[in-house]
């Protein structure tokens, strides 16, 4: 088993930033590719972006540019930096780590983008 622990959400204004950090312990895996997803009310939950134990990176559309995923595999930490916040931002994003097709979630953590 994987735990996963999100932190670094809460609220800040349009335009500003917010440093989000996913924490795993437990039988953490040789090789997985670790996420950030986000949900909105009454949407989806979405990919934000992801990078894989060789630090192969993917993001989505809306986060490119603005939004950066790096990880630290002597500490088993994944962070996703976002800077240009927008209100459709706003969600709560969870952290994942998908190790060969099984899935592991955090809890989430909300961030509300608002004036």
């Known amino acids: 088993q994987v735990q996963l622990v999100e932190s670094g959400g809460g609220l800040v204004q349009p335009g500003g930033s917010l440093r989000l950090s996913c924490a795993a312990s437990?039988?953490?895996?040789?090789?997985?590719?670790m996420g950030w997803y986000r949900q909105a009310p009454g949407k989806q939950r979405e990919l934000v972006a992801s990078?894989?134990?060789?630090?192969?990176?993917n993001y989505a559309d809306s986060a490119k540019g603005r939004f950066t995923i790096s990880r630290d595999n002597t500490k088993n930490t994944m962070y996703l930096q976002m800077n240009s916040l927008k209100p459709e931002d706003s969600a709560v994003y969870y952290c994942?780590?998908?190790?060969?097709?099984?899935?592991?979630w955090g809890q989430g953590t909300q961030v509300t983008v608002s004036l």
């Open positions: 994942n780590v998908n190790s060969l097709g099984v899935l592991y």
């Open positions: 437990g039988s953490i895996p040789s090789f997985y590719v």
């Open positions: 990078i894989g134990s060789s630090g192969r990176l």
